[in-house]
């Protein structure tokens, strides 16, 4: 059977059928389901080569399991400690942005108590759970996550305002607000040109080592 010839030029007419329709339909979503299989298989594969790299160091260089004390913790006590029985410090106001060096040396200093406090802290958690869908908050539909005060009975902050409880000559306390960094010592100390912050006495509450 000979097929027609059509001359250069010559429109040639394509029937639009229903079925044509569909074909078309089905090829386009059949490409893009090849894409989202390519791109779930790569994801896989990442996935998997990152599960083998985890696995071959968890096997190699296994994570060590402490015996005994942990010294970072007996010492992260310890300074909450000293802070909640309000031990005698030395506080330096520092200008500089990286705190107080020679070319910035504090524009202040005093004998002070405990650490600076963050102007943001709070005696009272800042945040509430509410109730979603009138469901009680101790089931699935009210359980949202809020913040828990800390060992020294406060609500941590994130500002950089803090306050510094200066002792006079008197022993009268004076709190003073600072914008800026402050450096303290658990300890007498002094600013000493060309030193900087120089320790002068012992420290003010037993530290392990």
Known sequence: MKLPKYQRGEPVSVKITPTR????????????????????N???????AQDQIALHYDTT????????????????????LAQINGVQTTSFECAGLDGCDPTHPPIKSCPSIGAPI???????????????????????GG????????????YPGDGTGTYVLCIGAD??????????NDEVEFAPAEWVQGKGIVDIGPPSYQFTR
Request: proline share 10%; aromatic share 4%.
């Open 118 to 140: 963050p102007v943001t802290d709070e005696l009272t958690n800042p945040e509430q759970p509410l109730r979603q869908e009138s469901q009680p908050l101790n089931s699935s």
């Open 21 to 40: 329709i569909v074909i078309a339909v089905l090829v386009v979503a059949l490409i893009a389901a090849c894409g989202a299989i390519a791109e779930q």
């Open 143 to 154: 359980n949202v996550t809020v913040g828990e005060m800390d060992p020294d009975g406060v």
């Open 61 to 80: 260089q296994p994570i060590p399991i402490p015996k005994g004390k942990s010294q970072i913790r007996e010492n992260l006590i310890e300074l909450e």
């Open 171 to 180: 022993g009268a306390v004076t709190p003073a607000y600072w914008e800026g």
């Open 42 to 48: 790569a994801e896989t594969l990442e996935v998997y």
